[in-house]
């Protein structure tokens, strides 16, 4: 059973903020990291039930990038709703 993956805004913007920080270092890895990000939404359309974190809130670690996805699943409607692209050496505190 495919599952829909939406993004909500607050994680979109982390996502294109995460890319223009690549962008301006290195070209090649702003694409890497954006193919990660694809995977992760592919793997999770796929098999979304990862580890919960806090209450429901689950999460999925990009590859080769210090961050991770974290997300809400809808059984229901088969809807996974990423909430946030967090950096993973962030203040722990400040997590979705």
């Given at each position: 059973?495919?599952?829909?993956v939406l993004v909500?805004?607050?994680?979109?913007?982390?996502?294109?903020?995460a890319?223009?920080?690549?962008?301006?270092?290195?070209p090649?890895?702003?694409?890497?990291?954006?193919?990660?990000?694809?995977?992760?939404?592919?793997?999770?359309?796929?098999?979304?039930?990862?580890?919960?974190?806090?209450?429901?809130?689950?999460?999925?670690?990009?590859?080769?990038?210090?961050?991770?996805?974290?997300?809400?699943?809808?059984?229901?409607?088969?809807?996974v709703?990423?909430l946030?692209?967090f950096?993973?050496?962030?203040?722990?505190?400040?997590?979705?």
């Amino acid at each position: 059973m495919a599952y829909r993956v939406l993004v909500n805004i607050r994680a979109q913007s982390e996502i294109e903020f995460a890319f223009e920080y690549y962008q301006k270092n290195s070209p090649a890895a702003a694409i890497r990291f954006l193919e990660a990000v694809e995977s992760a939404y592919r793997v999770l359309s796929i098999n979304p039930f990862f580890q919960i974190h806090y209450r429901n809130v689950r999460a999925i670690k990009l590859k080769q990038f210090p961050y991770s996805l974290y997300f809400l699943v809808d059984e229901k409607q088969n809807r996974v709703r990423v909430l946030s692209c967090f950096h993973q050496h962030r203040n722990p505190t400040a997590r979705p």
